[in-house]
C-alpha cells in the first residue's frame, strides 16, 4: 500500500477538554475514507490537525515522505499538496466561479494566466459546471453549484489528497445528491480522499473504510457494511440507527 496520508497518536486539548486522545490511521494513495461520528467528537479538529491549521499537542503527521509535524518542514508549501472542501464552501465573493478555481493556481502556484485558465476550466468540467457558469459570482450560484466550484478549486491545485469536512450538510436536501454524485466520480477516479460525511450511501458505495470517531477517538472502524449494518460498539450501533432514521435510505 502506497502511504499518502499518516496520522500517528494525535493527541489535542482546549484547556482541560481533551478533545482528540490518540488518533492514528492512513489513507492509501486512491481510497476513500470516510469518517463519522456525532457532534463534538473531534472531527473538524481532526482535519484540521492534519494540515496544521490547528496544531496537534502530540503525535505526528506524514504527508507522503515529509512529516508535517516535523518543526523545519515549510508548512505553507505542503499544505498547497491537501486540498480542504468546507461546510460552507469558502469561495471568495468577489471573484467569479472561473477565478475561484484559477487564483490558488496563479497567486500559489504561480502559473501563467493562460496554462492557469485552462487548468481552472478542466476542473469545472469535472464537477460539471458548464461553461455558461464560470463567470458567475457565487452568490448567483445555487449552494450545489457553489460546493462544486470548491471542489473544482480544491482538485485544480492537483493536491496529494482532499479533505471534506461535511461538505453537504449546509445544502437544501434536493442539492445533497449532485455534489454526492460528484464526489462519488472523483472516488472512482481514484481522487484519494478523506471525508467527513454522515451520508452513508456515500460511504456504503464508495469508501474503502468508515472510521467511527466518538469522544475523541476512533472507537470502530472496517469495511462500511459492516460498521454500518454489523456494528460491534453500543455507540456505534446507536449512531447509525439514529442516522439511518433521520435521513432513511438516500443513496
Ligand atoms: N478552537 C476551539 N476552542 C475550544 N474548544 C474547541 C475549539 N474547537 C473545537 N473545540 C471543542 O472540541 C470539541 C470537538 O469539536 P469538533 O468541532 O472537532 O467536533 P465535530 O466532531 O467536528 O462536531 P460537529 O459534528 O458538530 O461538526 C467540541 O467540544 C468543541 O467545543
Ligand atoms: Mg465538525
Same mark, same amino acid.
Given at each position: 500500500?502506497?502511504?499518502?496520508?499518516?496520522?500517528?497518536?494525535?493527541?489535542?486539548?482546549?484547556?482541560?477538554?481533551?478533545?482528540?486522545?490518540?488518533?492514528? !490511521?492512513?489513507?492509501?494513495?486512491?481510497?476513500?475514507?470516510?469518517?463519522?461520528?456525532?457532534?463534538?467528537?473531534?472531527?473538524?479538529?481532526?482535519?484540521?490537525?492534519?494540515?496544521?491549521?490547528?496544531?496537534?499537542?502530540?503525535?505526528?503527521?506524514?504527508?507522503?515522505?515529509?512529516?508535517?509535524?516535523?518543526?523545519?518542514?515549510? +508548512?505553507?508549501?505542503?499544505?498547497?499538496? +491537501?486540498?480542504?472542501? !468546507?461546510?460552507?464552501?469558502?469561495?471568495?465573493?468577489?471573484? $467569479?466561479?472561473?477565478?475561484?478555481?484559477?487564483?490558488?493556481?496563479?497567486?500559489?502556484?504561480?502559473?501563467?494566466?493562460?496554462?492557469?485558465?485552462?487548468?481552472?476550466?478542466?476542473?469545472?468540467?469535472?464537477?460539471?459546471? $458548464?461553461?455558461?457558469?464560470?463567470?458567475?459570482?457565487?452568490?448567483?450560484?445555487?449552494?450545489?453549484?457553489?460546493?462544486?466550484?470548491?471542489?473544482?478549486?480544491?482538485?485544480?491545485?492537483?493536491?496529494?489528497? +482532499?479533505?471534506?469536512?461535511?461538505?453537504?450538510?449546509?445544502?437544501?436536501?434536493?442539492?445533497?445528491?449532485?455534489?454526492?454524485?460528484?464526489?462519488?466520480?472523483?472516488?472512482?477516479?481514484?481522487?484519494?480522499?478523506?471525508?467527513?460525511?454522515?451520508? +452513508?450511501?456515500?460511504?456504503?458505495?464508495?469508501?474503502?473504510?468508515?472510521?467511527?470517531?466518538?469522544?475523541?477517538?476512533?472507537?470502530?472502524?472496517?469495511?462500511?457494511?459492516?460498521?454500518?449494518?454489523?456494528?460491534?460498539?453500543?455507540?456505534?450501533?446507536?449512531? !447509525?440507527?439514529?442516522?439511518?432514521?433521520?435521513?432513511?435510505?438516500?443513496?
Amino acid at each position: 500500500m502506497d502511504v499518502v496520508l499518516r496520522a500517528e497518536d494525535i493527541h489535542k486539548s482546549y484547556g482541560k477538554t481533551k478533545v482528540l486522545k490518540g488518533i492514528s !490511521f492512513e489513507v492509501g494513495r486512491g481510497e476513500t475514507k470516510v469518517i463519522c461520528g456525532p457532534s463534538g467528537a473531534g472531527k473538524s479538529t481532526l482535519l484540521r490537525c492534519l494540515n496544521l491549521l490547528t496544531r496537534p499537542d502530540k503525535g505526528r503527521v506524514w504527508l507522503e515522505d515529509v512529516e508535517l509535524t516535523s518543526p523545519s518542514v515549510n +508548512i505553507n508549501k505542503m499544505r498547497q499538496r +491537501i486540498g480542504f472542501v !468546507f461546510q460552507e464552501f469558502n469561495l471568495f465573493n468577489h471573484l $467569479t466561479a472561473l477565478d475561484n478555481v484559477m487564483i490558488g493556481l496563479t497567486k500559489v502556484k504561480k502559473l501563467p494566466k493562460d496554462e492557469a485558465r485552462r487548468i481552472a476550466k478542466e476542473a469545472l468540467l469535472t464537477v460539471h459546471i $458548464t461553461e455558461d457558469l464560470w463567470n458567475k459570482y457565487p452568490a448567483q450560484l445555487s449552494g450545489g453549484q457553489k460546493q462544486r466550484v470548491a471542489i473544482a478549486r480544491a482538485l485544480a491545485m492537483d493536491p496529494v489528497i +482532499i479533505l471534506y469536512d461535511e461538505p453537504t450538510s449546509a445544502l437544501d436536501p434536493h442539492l445533497i445528491g449532485e455534489v454526492l454524485e460528484v464526489m462519488k466520480e472523483l472516488a472512482r477516479r481514484k481522487v484519494t480522499g478523506l471525508v467527513v460525511t454522515h451520508e +452513508i450511501g456515500f460511504a456504503l458505495s464508495v469508501a474503502d473504510e468508515i472510521m467511527f470517531m466518538y469522544n475523541g477517538k476512533i472507537v470502530e472502524r472496517g469495511p462500511p457494511k459492516e460498521v454500518v449494518f454489523n456494528p460491534k460498539h453500543e455507540v456505534t450501533a446507536r449512531f !447509525f440507527k439514529r442516522i439511518s432514521e433521520l435521513y432513511g435510505g438516500r443513496k
